[in-house]
C-alpha cells in the first residue's frame, strides 16, 4: 500500500524507518525525523524499488547511536511537542504519553509491553547525527559529538533492513499501535501564561 510520509501524530513511513533503525542497531530505543530536512516523499503502492526509496530518503545522512537517561528522553521529546510540530518524529521501541498536568507539560515513556521507563534508566537511542548534534539531544549531550566514518548511511541501513524483511508493507502496520498519545488535544499551549 502506499506508505505516507505524514500523519496528525504519527507518520507510517517515519515509524518505518525508526523500526529499521532500532531493529538494525539493536537500541532500546529509534527516532526518525520525518519533516524537517527528513523525509521528501510517500512510499508509493506497488513494487518497492531502490529509486522511490531514494526519492524518501535522498540524503547521507549518518545514524548513531547515543545512552541517554530516560528523564533527558522524555525532556527531548518535550520539547518538540512545545514546537507545535504533530507528527515531526518517528519512534520505535517507546510509547509517549503527553499531558498537562498543574499547567505542566509531562511526558510518561512505556516501551511498547507497556513497561514503564525510569527517567534514571540508560536507554540506547539510535538517530541521525543531526538530531544529536544539532537537534533533540544537543542539549544534553553536546555538539562535540565525531560521527564514526563507518556510522551506516540511514538510506542503506532501511535498505538493507527492507531486502531481508521481504514481503509485503501496509501503511497500518506501522501505526497499529500509536507510538505518540496526547491526552490533551493540544498540550503544547498547556504552559502558556
Sequence with gaps: TPIPRTGDLESALGNLFADAQRETTGADVAI???????????LPAGPLT???LYDVFPFDNRVLTV????????????????TNRRGALGLSGVRVQVRCENRELRADLTRPTGEPIRADEALRVTTMESLVQRGLFAPAIGRGIDV??????????????????????????????PRWVYVDSDPSSCEAP
Design 50 to 52: 531502490f529509486g522511490s
Design 148 to 177: 564514526p566514518a563507518d556510522a551506516p548511511v540511514m538510506r542503506e541501513l532501511v535498505e538493507g533492513w527492507l531486502r531481508n524483511r521481504g514481503g509485503h508493507l501496509a501503511a497500518g502496520e506501522f501505526t497499529r499501535a
Design 32 to 42: 526518525n525525523n520525518n519533516v524537517r530536512g527528513g523525509l521528501r516523499a510517500d
Design 67 to 82: 545512552t541517554v537517561t530516560g528523564g533527558v528522553l522524555a525532556r527531548a521529546l518535550l520539547a518538540e511537542v512545545r
